[in-house]
């Protein structure tokens, strides 16, 4: 079992930069593929990008992609998710998640493979 914890959302200017982070409980946090997801009002949960075990490997939803950078720092047991030139339309809850082992490359972009989820944090971008 994991326990997610996210933080860092607000309220943001349209072009300017948010870092959100995911602190994880549990002594294998290095062993789980993580990922962020978003969900706006009345929208479906969608995936924005997600990072293997290792770090090596990341993979971004195409609407992200070139603005938001996703690392993690496996001896903080932490992921993280720098937003640059936010866009209203970025606006959402944003949810950490983490997949158990094997890992995949890439990692997936689906959100039932993950199985573990924090409770997420808004984000909010205004024109």
């Known amino acids: 079992q994991v326990q997610l914890v996210e933080s860092g959302g607000g309220l943001v200017q349209a072009g300017g930069s948010l870092r959100l982070s995911c602190a994880a409980s549990?002594?294998?946090?290095?062993?789980?593929?993580m990922g962020w997801f978003r969900q706006a009002p009345g929208k479906e949960r969608e995936f924005v990008a997600a990072?293997?075990?290792?770090?090596?490997?990341?993979y971004y939803a195409d609407s992200v992609k070139g603005r938001f950078t996703i690392s993690r720092d496996n001896a903080k047991s932490t992921v993280y998710l720098q937003m640059n030139r936010l866009k209203p339309e970025d606006t959402a809850v944003y949810y950490c998640?983490?997949?158990?082992?094997?890992?995949?490359?890439?990692?997936?972009?689906?959100?039932?493979?993950?199985?573990?989820w924090g409770q997420g944090t808004q984000v909010t971008v205004s024109s």
């Open positions: 549990g002594r294998t946090f290095s062993s789980y593929t």
């Open positions: 998640a983490a997949r158990n082992p094997p890992t995949t490359v890439p990692p997936p972009s689906t959100a039932w493979k993950y199985d573990y």
């Open positions: 990072i293997t075990p290792s770090g090596i490997s990341t």
